[in-house]
């Protein structure tokens, strides 16, 4: 029973205990027959005493979430208090605890608990050290367990039933405060269960002197009480012996017994250093990207804990939760509770190496779900809610890495303007390389995200220097020590490092998700501008590729960022999957010195957007010597201007596509042909009377017309479009469904999906005139290596002269965020007669199919897999007569639910409920409501839940309820199958 005494407190009591370090526990203060005697003298004195405050009755309720604490209300250090517990009935292999915390104010208090078990555990103000022992006598189920405590300054006198039990150090906060009774259970109780508590009172000892004072001790008597306090202060047992008391020998790994060696592992936890925790937090989501809450710490071998809490409930949609670990970079492992029951392992943003469907599902918007990790050497163990779930292979990864929490893995888990919550995150090392973080200063209630926490992690996490050694750095400034010029930052950014000789200053910032690098150099202008010199160190740094970039000359003041500019380039770690970054740089000759200033902010493609606001301010506040500052501007995604794609750049464009009525043609004029049909910047097509307009950043690559066909194909070097028309009598839609199943068809191509809104929809939108899709797909070039690429297709009908007009838009799955505003533009800048102009495409969260980077969205595609379909059929229920029948077909993270009733009503409701229809009573809330019925007894809805959750496990039903969601009238039911 110490085992299960020991994890109680670990994981119930610490949700209200600041921080607590789990060491080996010390002894309680010095016990003697001395006091004893002082603990007796004071209840003798308080018999003739008022109390301050009470008796008050009540009962709390055993549930963690329901009304489980009562307050005296009173603001006291010294005083002596008594409550009676009634024992209470609890299922078998239950445990329970009846506590008092006092001296309480804010996070700080003292807190004592009585286990069922006859055990105790004191936890003193800071939290170290845990305190446990035995002799406490639990009488039978409905009797009053009697509790004294007498504090006075640095010590509390303990007693049960008025006999004395210890004495325990108070001297960690002598501060007054409140008073509070508590009840907790490890595990799950029975509804209504509850823990009353009778005549619950304190006495105000505060200048009282006891009725007598202790005799001085008698030896033999201190002799006997010395051997009491032995027995009292056993010293706590090892992992390992916990773990044989408990359950037989257990040692750490136990072999052919993976689950046990789990269990052995999470008993070890008790006896490890705290690295990190415990402490509360929300991981913010950030749209567009994997959320992270950072915890600073570094292991390889370690074990985690976290109570994660729902985010939002399955009728809103999905939440996950999970841990980022080892190594670093794209080179790390994931670790991922989604709530519909899955769970997955990914080494980066790979797709997973192992997953399941086996997890508890969590449709209820205050449920919380329990997630254990252990890592140690080449292999791992994962579990939900404390219980073993599966052994992973770690093989890949063993070097130390940052332990982080993480969220919004899929695209249909991020939540807008939310994120998902935490408890109790607890990190313990099982290695001697760990790094921990510092311990919290403040009580787990008012623990909270800083200020970059629930932020994407950068690639490569350096540790913050202190500016005290940093040359050049004073506060929030650095000034170069070499060429004079000066850089500020707000405390969003933190300094990583800064150095400086006499050719080259370097100062390097980072702010949870971009990393800048200012730099001052020695350069010799006949090499080239600024600017040209960034693209050359990449060109031919390695380890960089597909390096694109133009200077933008936004800034408005000569001399002062002279030069400004976007590169996109991807990079390749030795060990890891390629990761696309935004280099925003700018750049200026210092003036005078034959040297160059650049600063260069690093950020994942897809955290773009939402950190121009922070990099323009960070480029407002360089200034030179005597030229003052530069101004900020207001910046949109620019369109970066580059070399003619090839295939070996990572861009190919597909040959123009023949669809249903409309034959495109299969070979493109060639670079720079045209057909006269263009006047400056502006197509007319000859047979159909439609025209483009374009900016100069594009120019024309193909101009025909032929047999009643007009084509053109312009690139902008990154973008190249197609726009092509002929006689046709398909609509908007069945054009581009047809262009879709024209590359399903093309042995070219593979993985063709429709890319994804924010909604996890499909971007395919009719909008009668036309009609407009996102085409996702990977091409075979002739080298045989494969990209990945998407088409934005339009369709636009003409019914006169009864054509089709098609605009076909190629990129990378990259460039379709960061050129959508050229894309926009060129869109926009078709005009068909009667026709409105097309809608803005919907930026998706995550390009489906597509892995992405770290910190740039998600990692894979929603899990598949398992049963597609079950059948229910409905028996009267009541005696209501209603029957029926129906279907759940499963998609992918959704079942849709078909049922129809005969003799039911309209709006009688359909609901899927845990357990059989043998097991289900009335008045129950259904795990699910699926929807009500209409006037015909029918119903057909979709419900975010995967079906191997309803049939993979414990038993499902759908039953139907009279008469909306009161859910006390059932009238039909049906088991799953």
Request: aromatic share 8%; proline share 6%.
């Amino acid at each position: 029973m110490l085992l299960r005494r020991m994890m109680a407190l670990l994981l119930v009591a610490l949700a209200i205990l600041p921080a607590v370090m789990l060491a080996s526990p010390a002894p309680v203060a010095a016990q003697s027959a001395e006091d004893e005697q002082t603990f007796d003298s004071y209840l003798s004195t308080i018999d003739s005493m008022a109390p301050s405050a009470g008796p008050i009755n009540g009962a709390l309720e055993l549930a963690s979430s329901g009304a489980n604490s009562a307050s005296l209300g009173v603001d006291l250090a010294d005083f002596a208090l008594h409550v009676d517990f009634k024992v209470p009935a609890t299922q078998s292999g239950e445990t329970w605890a009846a506590s008092v915390a006092f001296r309480q104010s804010g996070s700080a208090f003292h807190y004592l608990l009585l286990w069922s078990d006859g055990g105790w555990s004191f936890a003193p103000a800071n939290g170290r050290p845990v305190s446990t022992g035995t002799g406490v006598t639990v009488p039978a189920v409905g009797e009053l367990l009697r509790l004294h405590i007498v504090a006075v300054a640095d010590k509390a006198y303990v007693g049960i039933g008025k006999q004395y039990l210890t004495t325990l150090d108070l001297s960690a906060l002598l501060e007054s405060g409140d008073i509070t009774v508590r009840a907790n259970l490890l595990g799950r109780a029975s509804a209504g269960a509850t823990l009353d508590f009778e005549g619950f009172a304190a006495w105000d000892l505060t200048g009282v002197t006891p009725v007598s004072e202790a005799p001085a001790a008698d030896p033999a008597l201190q002799q006997t009480a010395t051997a009491a306090a032995a027995v009292v202060q056993t010293p706590e047992p090892t992992a390992t012996e916990v773990a044989t008391a408990i359950a037989g020998t257990l040692p750490a790994d136990v072999p052919g017994d993976d689950e046990a060696t789990f269990n052995s592992y999470v008993a070890e936890a008790l006896s490890r250093t705290i690295l990190y925790g415990p402490e509360n937090g929300t991981i913010a989501h950030q749209p567009d990207a994997v959320s992270f809450y950072e915890t600073g710490v570094t292991a390889a071998d370690f074990i985690a804990r976290v109570e994660c809490v729902a985010g939002q409930s399955s009728a809103e949609g999905y939440w996950d939760c999970g841990f980022v670990f080892r190594g670093g970079g794209a080179d790390h492992y994931r670790v991922a509770y989604v709530s519909d029951g899955y769970w997955f392992l990914s080494q980066g943003a790979n797709q997973p190496l192992q997953s399941g469907v086996d997890g508890p599902p969590s449709p209820a918007a205050d449920s919380k779900v329990v997630l254990n990790l252990i890592a140690v050497g080449d292999t791992g163990y994962f579990g939900l809610n404390d219980q073993y779930i599966a052994t992973l292979d770690l093989s890949a990864v063993q070097e130390a890495g940052y332990i982080d929490l993480a969220s919004a893995f899929f695209a249909d888990t991020f939540i807008e303007n939310g994120g998902v919550a935490f408890e109790d995150l607890i990190v313990w090392s099982l290695d001697e390389g760990g790094v921990a973080a510092p311990s919290p200063t403040v009580g787990l209630e008012q623990l909270s995200p800083t200020a970059e926490a629930g932020t994407t992690a950068i690639v490569e996490q350096t540790p913050v220097a202190t500016t005290s050694d940093l040359p050049g750095v004073e506060g929030n400034t650095f000034t170069s020590p070499t060429f004079g010029f000066s850089q500020s930052w707000s405390d969003a950014w933190t300094v990583s490092s800064a150095s400086s000789s006499p050719t080259l200053d370097i100062l390097e910032l980072e702010s949870g998700v971009v990393q800048a690098d200012l730099i001052g150099e020695q350069w010799d202008l006949a090499g080239g501008s600024c600017f040209d010199r960034l693209i050359q160190y990449y060109e031919n740094e390695p380890g960089y590729s597909d390096v694109r970039g133009a200077v933008d000359n936004v800034s408005v003041v000569p001399g002062v960022w002279e030069t400004t500019g976007i590169l996109t380039m991807t990079q390749t770690p030795d060990s890891g999957d390629p990761i696309t970054y935004v280099n925003y740089a700018a750049c200026s000759v210092l003036p005078g010195q034959n040297g160059i200033a650049s600063l260069e902010q690093f950020v994942p493609i897809g955290d773009f957007a939402a950190q121009v606001a922070i990099m323009d301010e960070l480029r407002a506040s360089f200034s030179l010597t005597g030229q003052g500052s530069s101004v900020p501007v207001a910046t949109e995604t620019p369109v970066v201007s580059g070399p003619e794609p090839t295939p070996t750049s990572g861009f190919d464009v597909p040959t123009p596509t023949p669809v249903t009525g409309v034959v495109a043609p299969t070979e493109t004029a060639a670079s720079g042909q045209t057909g006269g049909n263009v006047v400056g910047n502006t197509y007319t097509s000859p047979t159909f009377g439609y025209s483009l307009t374009w900016d100069d950043s594009w120019s024309v690559t193909a101009d025909e017309s032929s047999e009643g066909i007009d084509f053109l194909r312009i690139s902008s070097g990154i973008l190249i479009a197609d726009l092509y028309a002929a006689t046709s009598v398909n609509s908007p839609l069945a054009c581009v469904e047809e262009l879709f199943n024209y590359y399903v068809n093309d042995e070219l191509y593979s993985n063709v999906v429709y890319a994804t809104g924010a909604d996890g929809q499909p971007l395919l939108q009719d909008f009668g005139t036309y009609a407009t899709g996102v085409i996702s797909f990977t091409r075979l070039l002739d080298s045989g290596a494969t990209i990945d690429q998407f088409s934005e297709a339009t369709c636009h009908r003409m019914d006169e002269p009864g054509a089709v007009v098609v605009m076909e838009i190629y990129m990378s799955p990259a460039d379709f965020v960061l050129q959508r505003s050229a894309i926009s533009a060129l869109q926009a800048g078709l005009v068909i007669p009667g026709q409105p102009a097309i809608a803005t495409t919907e930026v998706p969260q995550t390009p489906i199919a597509q892995p992405t980077a770290e910190g740039s969205g998600t990692v894979v595609a929603p899990p598949e897999g398992g049963s597609e379909s079950a059948t229910f059929f409905l028996q009267p229920v009541n005696n209501s007569g209603a029957t029926g029948t129906g279907t759940l077909e499963a998609q992918t993270r959704l079942v849709i639910v078909t049922a129809i009733v005969i003799g039911a009503q309209a709006g009688d409701t359909v609901t899927i409920q845990r357990g059989s229809c043998s097991t289900i009573s009335g008045g129950t809330e259904p795990d699910y409501i699926v929807g009500e019925l209409d006037e015909t007894g029918l119903l057909r809805e979709e419900l975010r839940v995967r079906l191997a959750a309803l049939t993979g496990g414990e038993a499902y039903s759908v039953v139907v309820y009279a008469g909306g969601e009161d859910f006390s009238q059932a009238i039909a039911c049906g088991d799953i199958s």
